[in-house]
């Protein structure tokens, strides 16, 4: 079992990297590497693709690297691997990004990438910090987590999706705010797993022994 965290130069993965390996051993799930190989995504049995910055860049630098682009969708579409995508990793999964320039994503899980904008002034962007999840359905990412559970954010941008039932799990930053997202063999975060204690390790260890 291999699980392939995406390096298309976007984002720190080392502490994604160790929350990974350390839950792969934990629970089983063989073999987590960082990598910037096309042949190792193809072949990998999971992907992960993070991402730090703003969507444009980071929708750019992965279809730059046209190879490691073709070969994670040819495994999530045609041999339905299971795919997480983190923080700017998930956002890149919308129809389309507003942040600065329109910007069209990679359009797995319908919907727009918007800034936030709190109904309450008084609240920063970015959201930045711990929050309480509310879970919207069931799902076996969410096994083991709870409502009122808190993870970590840091973001000025939020997903807001098309099909409410792909809304997996929110946050309240006066408004809601996705958290979750899910659709077949696609799930996106839009907090650091890697950065959120004992839930995000959970949530890890879920999705490496996610069988969609």
Same mark, same amino acid.
């Given at each position: 079992?291999?699980?392939?965290?995406?390096? !298309?130069?976007?984002?720190?993965?080392?502490?994604?990297?160790? =929350?990974?390996?350390?839950?792969?051993?934990? +629970?089983? #799930?063989?073999?987590?590497?960082?990598?910037?190989?096309?042949?190792?995504?193809?072949? &990998?049995?999971? *992907? +992960?693709?993070?991402?730090?910055?703003?969507?444009? =860049?980071?929708? =750019?630098? *992965?279809?730059?690297?046209?190879?490691? /682009?073709?070969?994670?969708?040819? =495994?999530?579409?045609?041999?339905?691997?299971?795919?997480?995508?983190?923080?700017?990793?998930?956002? *890149?999964?919308?129809?389309?990004?507003?942040? /600065?320039?329109?910007?069209?994503?990679?359009?797995?899980?319908?919907?727009?990438?918007?800034?936030?904008?709190?109904?309450?002034?008084?609240?920063?962007?970015?959201?930045?910090?711990? %929050?309480?999840?509310?879970?919207?359905?069931?799902?076996?990412?969410?096994?083991?987590?709870?409502?009122?559970?808190?993870? !970590?954010?840091?973001?000025? /941008?939020?997903?807001? +999706?098309? %099909?409410? &039932?792909?809304?997996? #799990? !929110?946050?309240? /930053?006066?408004?809601? +705010?996705?958290?979750?997202?899910?659709?077949?063999?696609?799930?996106?975060?839009?907090?650091?797993?890697?950065?959120?204690?004992?839930?995000? *390790?959970?949530?890890?260890?879920?999705?490496?022994?996610?069988?969609?």
């Amino acid at each position: 079992m291999l699980t392939a965290i995406i390096d !298309y130069e976007s984002g720190n993965l080392h502490s994604a990297e160790k =929350a990974f390996q350390r839950m792969a051993q934990e +629970v089983g #799930a063989g073999e987590v590497v960082v990598t910037s190989d096309a042949d190792v995504v193809a072949r &990998a049995d999971r *992907l +992960v693709l993070p991402g730090d910055g703003a969507f444009p =860049a980071c929708a =750019a630098e *992965l279809r730059g690297h046209k190879g490691i /682009y073709d070969a994670m969708v040819e =495994a999530v579409e045609e041999k339905g691997r299971p795919f997480l995508g983190i923080c700017v990793g998930m956002q *890149l999964l919308a129809t389309t990004g507003h942040e /600065y320039t329109k910007t069209d994503g990679i359009g797995w899980v319908q919907g727009d990438v918007l800034k936030i904008e709190p109904k309450d002034p008084t609240l920063k962007v970015p959201h930045m910090g711990w %929050n309480d999840l509310v879970i919207d359905h069931p799902h076996p990412i969410l096994d083991g987590i709870n409502s009122g559970d808190h993870v !970590y954010f840091v973001h000025s /941008y939020h997903f807001q +999706v098309a %099909n409410p &039932a792909e809304r997996l #799990a !929110y946050v309240d /930053y006066a408004g809601d +705010v996705s958290a979750v997202i899910g659709r077949d063999n696609v799930l996106g975060m839009q907090f650091h797993p890697e950065k959120s204690q004992d839930v995000g *390790l959970r949530m890890i260890a879920n999705f490496l022994t996610w069988a969609p």
